[in-house]
């Protein structure tokens, strides 16, 4: 059984960060370790779990800002989409230098691209590039849930006015690659609440289905 839970890490920037792990095998995922938290460390040692991996949904300052902390404690690489991984490395382009910090994480283990499958047990999480927010940005599928980073919110959409960014490719994405899922899939988004593929078909008023 695959299990998600989430943690807001970074106050400041009300970042979501998700535990992903599958109860049979116990290797787990973290999902943009927003802070370091050993808190959650200290859960996932005594959950007995597997790090396995820590996957960023794009490359922006206040989603990566862990990796190096958790990669060092667990030992675990760093997967990033091949487009964003720039970003870890350079302040400016992660935008942490215009938060007030310049951060430089750990440059990525493993480079992401559309269609990869990633594995917890037996259970395929499968990569989707969904450009827009930034040109690597990418949403996780595991089952029903659809980890969506800055691409998709709850009624609302990731910015597009950041470098890297562009309307028509995240309004693109949305439609073409999320909007084809099944209504019930659970979306659980880089920052504010769930929502669902369903719901964001009726309400949400940036994007309109086909």
């Known amino acids: 059984m695959i299990k ?4 807001i890490l970074l106050k400041e920037y009300q970042t979501n960060t998700y535990l992903l792990y599958d109860t049979e095998s116990q290797e787990a995922m973290l999902i943009d370790p927003a802070a370091y938290s050993e808190c959650l460390a200290q859960h996932i040692r005594d959950s007995n779990l597997r790090l396995k991996l820590i ?12 990796n ?4 060092r404690s667990f030992g675990c690489p760093i997967a990033i989409h091949s487009l964003d ?6 302040g400016r382009k992660n935008l942490s230098l215009y938060m007030g910090y310049d951060l430089a994480s750990t ?16 259970v395929p999480v499968k990569v989707i590039h969904t450009p827009g927010h930034t040109k690597g940005s990418l949403c996780l599928l595991v089952n029903k849930y659809l980890v969506s980073g800055d691409t998709l ?9 950041l470098p890297g960014g562009d309307h028509a490719a995240i309004i693109a994405s949305i439609q073409d690659k999320l909007f084809v899922l099944p209504d019930d899939v659970l979306v659980y988004p880089g920052h504010g609440p769930a929502t669902s593929i369903g719901l964001e078909k009726v309400n949400n008023p940036f994007v309109k289905e086909r």
Request: glycine share 12%.
């Open 4 to 7: 998600l839970e989430t943690y």
């Open 55 to 66: 996957v960023n949904t794009h490359g922006h300052g206040d989603h990566i800002g862990a």
């Open 68 to 71: 190096a902390a958790f990669a």
């Open 85 to 90: 991984a720039p970003m870890l490395s350079d």
């Open 107 to 122: 440059a990525a283990d493993q480079l992401l691209k559309d269609g990869d499958v990633l594995m917890l047990g037996e």
């Open 153 to 161: 919110f709850e009624q609302s959409i990731g910015r597009t006015d």
